[in-house]
């Protein structure tokens, strides 16, 4: 296997040398030499001269195939790793590739419904209308008469991503074992996430459970849409969505024109993204402007829910005191709040991380405020992990290049206004409900009903310890006394009631 891989990393050598774009080889040892050895070898084209490192990598990647594209884009959350003009240039890439035959899409779906195409759709438009490295989407009519869009994925492409990612598991192991600094920024767990990102994109049947919980999510909310799933014809290969229409958000002429305010717009995608962050934990993690359309109505709709991220009720807590700590220029607080989650080990000195956290922030901040950049400040911090020994933190990453992506959008149709002023009443709204004593009551009410839950596995749990005690001679007597089997003696309640007290403790912690 070792031998395997060794040959596609030449292969792979020869592509970025021919790029011009081997740094990243060169975190690795043997690296070091491979790249000499590329360089001399292999001469970059021409067509790379002049272009920044991120974009000659970003051209690599793109000729390496499909899964080295999927993996570029999710290096573009690491700036902590690639530096922000490398991440941002990645952040560009686009996962578009040739179409696949129709033929192909027909005999997928044929064999996942087993039945003829035209049993299942009224009419099938055989040319896609967007292709990328996973699968391709058709437009279609159903047998009720609906419009739909219809995603079926690639011929083989699970065993072409399988190769790709043991390869990629290699690389990390290989690199987390030789480079000790490296060890902090997680290589191995990068890899292994974007694995399990990749594998949960290969079967729709999540991509359809996604867009089902984020539209129940959003139900009845006045400005943003979800296309309902058609769960009679989906499957592990073949998605089947109702069809939308609209502007594309990037382009603000179109949007003005089906009489949409851009302004409102950017403050319904502010609320929309605090709602699905900070209330529900659960947002749309590839909001790029090929995602989202704005319909007739003004309300924006949200496409391709491959890539989804969960943010858990202690991080949003986190994130909310942190960003509320950047909004208003309350350092000391940033500080406090990572150290107090475990970003930054408590030997650090508070008053120096914090000190960090205002060079990086005054300059942005000091900004006009619709140029002010919450995401890129977020992605600057994560660069000072060396100093502070912060550890990588995967869903805040994914978190940011989605707050990155929302940026470029808000700044795009609205210039004038910043998405994050918009932002900021909904989050001290939230965070004074959460850290209030509303929100200690209801914390409080929470922990008592679960206590309440366990209680009988809890009381189960005791006669089971109980019972085992007795085995080894301690028997548990009603009238509040226990005898020593073989000894006929009582021993007053003092002495026992620890052993009681030890055994629920001991259930509680088993239960929880």
Same mark, same amino acid.
Request: one cysteine or more; charged letters at 25%.
């Given at each position: 296997m070792?031998l395997r891989?060794?040959s596609?990393l030449?292969?792979?050598?020869?592509?970025?040398?021919?790029?011009?774009?081997l740094?990243?080889?060169?975190?690795?040892?043997?690296g070091v030499?491979?790249?000499?050895?590329?360089?001399?070898?292999?001469?970059p084209k021409a067509?790379?001269?002049g272009?920044?490192p991120?974009?000659?990598l #970003?051209?690599a990647l793109?000729d390496?195939g499909p899964?080295f594209i999927?993996?570029?884009q999710?290096l573009s959350?690491?700036a902590?790793?690639? =530096?922000?003009?490398t991440a #941002?240039?990645?952040?560009?890439?686009q996962?578009r590739?040739?179409?696949f035959p129709?033929?192909?899409?027909?005999?997928?779906?044929?064999?996942?419904?087993?039945?003829?195409?035209?049993?299942?759709?009224?009419s099938f438009d055989?040319v896609?209308v967007a292709?990328?490295?996973i699968a391709?989407v058709?437009f279609? *009519?159903?047998?009720?008469g609906?419009? $739909?869009?219809?995603?079926?994925?690639?011929?083989n492409?699970?065993?072409a991503f399988?190769r790709?990612?043991e390869?990629l598991?290699w690389m990390?192991?290989?690199?987390?074992?030789?480079v000790?600094?490296?060890?902090r920024?997680?290589?191995?767990? *990068?890899?292994?996430t974007?694995?399990?990102?990749?594998?949960l994109?290969?079967?729709?049947?999540f991509?359809?459970?996604s867009?089902?919980? !984020?539209a129940?999510n959003?139900?009845? &909310?006045a400005g943003?849409r979800?296309?309902? $799933?058609d769960?009679?014809?989906?499957?592990?290969? *073949?998605l089947?969505?109702?069809?939308?229409? =609209?502007a594309r958000?990037?382009?603000?002429?179109?949007v003005?024109?089906?009489g949409? &305010?851009?302004?409102v717009?950017v403050?319904?995608?502010?609320e929309?993204?605090?709602?699905?962050?900070?209330?529900?934990?659960f947002?749309?993690?590839d909001?790029?402007?090929?995602n989202?359309f704005? #319909?007739a109505d003004?309300?924006?709709?949200?496409?391709?829910?491959?890539?989804m991220?969960r $943010?858990?009720?202690d991080t949003?807590?986190?994130l909310g /005191?942190m960003?509320?700590?950047f909004l208003?220029?309350d350092?000391? +607080?940033?500080? /406090?709040?990572?150290?107090?989650?475990?970003f930054v080990?408590?030997?650090k000195?508070l008053?120096?991380?914090?000190?960090a956290?205002?060079t990086?922030?005054?300059?942005i !901040?000091?900004k006009?405020i619709?140029e002010?950049?919450?995401?890129? !400040?977020l992605?600057q911090?994560?660069?000072?992990?060396e100093?502070f020994e912060?550890?990588?933190q995967?869903q805040l990453?994914?978190?940011?290049k989605?707050?990155l992506?929302a940026? =470029?959008?808000?700044r795009n149709?609205?210039p004038e206004v910043?998405m994050?002023e918009l932002a900021?009443?909904?989050? /001290?709204?939230?965070?004074?409900?959460?850290?209030?004593?509303?929100?200690?009551?209801?914390?409080?009410?929470?922990?008592v009903?679960?206590?309440?839950q366990?209680?009988?596995?809890?009381?189960?749990?005791?006669?089971?310890i109980?019972?085992?005690l007795?085995?080894?001679?301690l +028997?548990?007597?009603p009238?509040t006394?226990?005898t020593?089997?073989?000894?006929?003696?009582k $021993?007053?309640?003092m002495l026992?009631?620890?052993w009681?007290?030890?055994a629920v403790?001991l259930a509680?912690?088993l239960l929880?």
């Amino acid at each position: 296997m070792a031998l395997r891989h060794l040959s596609r990393l030449v292969v792979i050598a020869r592509c970025l040398a021919r790029h011009d774009a081997l740094f990243l080889l060169e975190l690795h040892p043997a690296g070091v030499t491979l790249a000499r050895l590329a360089r001399t070898a292999w001469r970059p084209k021409a067509v790379v001269k002049g272009l920044r490192p991120g974009q000659r990598l #970003a051209l690599a990647l793109t000729d390496l195939g499909p899964t080295f594209i999927k993996f570029g884009q999710a290096l573009s959350t690491r700036a902590d790793l690639l =530096g922000e003009e490398t991440a #941002a240039d990645l952040s560009g890439l686009q996962d578009r590739l040739p179409p696949f035959p129709f033929t192909e899409a027909r005999r997928t779906i044929e064999e996942d419904f087993g039945a003829p195409l035209e049993t299942l759709f009224q009419s099938f438009d055989p040319v896609s209308v967007a292709a990328a490295s996973i699968a391709q989407v058709h437009f279609a *009519v159903d047998m009720q008469g609906r419009e $739909v869009a219809v995603k079926v994925l690639r011929p083989n492409v699970k065993a072409a991503f399988t190769r790709d990612i043991e390869f990629l598991t290699w690389m990390a192991e290989q690199a987390e074992t030789r480079v000790s600094w490296l060890k902090r920024l997680k290589p191995i767990e *990068v890899v292994r996430t974007f694995a399990e990102s990749v594998r949960l994109e290969m079967d729709l049947r999540f991509e359809a459970a996604s867009a089902q919980e !984020l539209a129940e999510n959003f139900a009845g &909310d006045a400005g943003f849409r979800v296309p309902t $799933v058609d769960w009679s014809r989906t499957s592990q290969r *073949v998605l089947c969505l109702e069809r939308m229409a =609209g502007a594309r958000v990037d382009d603000r002429a179109a949007v003005i024109a089906i009489g949409a &305010d851009p302004v409102v717009v950017v403050k319904a995608a502010a609320e929309a993204f605090f709602k699905m962050v900070f209330r529900d934990g659960f947002f749309h993690a590839d909001m790029h402007p090929g995602n989202l359309f704005i #319909a007739a109505d003004g309300v924006i709709v949200a496409l391709d829910f491959g890539i989804m991220g969960r $943010v858990d009720e202690d991080t949003r807590l986190i994130l909310g /005191e942190m960003l509320l700590g950047f909004l208003t220029r309350d350092y000391k +607080k940033v500080a /406090e709040v990572h150290i107090r989650a475990g970003f930054v080990p408590a030997h650090k000195s508070l008053e120096q991380f914090a000190q960090a956290a205002r060079t990086i922030a005054e300059p942005i !901040l000091g900004k006009p405020i619709a140029e002010i950049s919450i995401a890129k !400040l977020l992605g600057q911090l994560f660069q000072v992990t060396e100093d502070f020994e912060m550890e990588t933190q995967p869903q805040l990453l994914l978190l940011q290049k989605s707050m990155l992506l929302a940026e =470029g959008v808000g700044r795009n149709l609205a210039p004038e206004v910043n998405m994050w002023e918009l932002a900021r009443p909904l989050i /001290e709204g939230w965070m004074r409900q959460r850290l209030g004593p509303e929100g200690r009551i209801a914390d409080m009410t929470r922990d008592v009903l679960s206590i309440a839950q366990k209680l009988p596995r809890i009381i189960a749990r005791v006669d089971s310890i109980t019972a085992d005690l007795a085995r080894h001679g301690l +028997k548990l007597h009603p009238d509040t006394t226990k005898t020593l089997r073989g000894e006929g003696r009582k $021993v007053p309640v003092m002495l026992w009631l620890p052993w009681v007290a030890a055994a629920v403790l001991l259930a509680i912690v088993l239960l929880r």
